[in-house]
């Protein structure tokens, strides 16, 4: 489990069907970077997946109260 790079996760986004451009996959890299290297020590040892595609879904859902 290695730090993704936005060149690795604009094809997953793609195939996600949540396209994004450069831009998005460079703010989506930045900001699950640092998860993906405080679980350096411990990869491959828990039942765990971080995945970026859903990122820009996240973000922008409305949550009514």
Known sequence: ?????PK???PIA????VPVDDEIA???SNS???AF???EAIA???PFDLEP????IAQTLKVSK
């Open 44 to 46: 491959g040892t828990l």
């Open 8 to 10: 690795e996760i604009k």
């Open 53 to 56: 595609a859903l990122y820009p």
């Open 1 to 5: 489990m290695t730090r993704p790079t």
């Open 14 to 17: 793609q195939i996600a069907g």
């Open 32 to 34: 699950i970077g640092p």
């Open 37 to 39: 290297e405080g679980f």
């Open 26 to 28: 460079t703010r989506i």
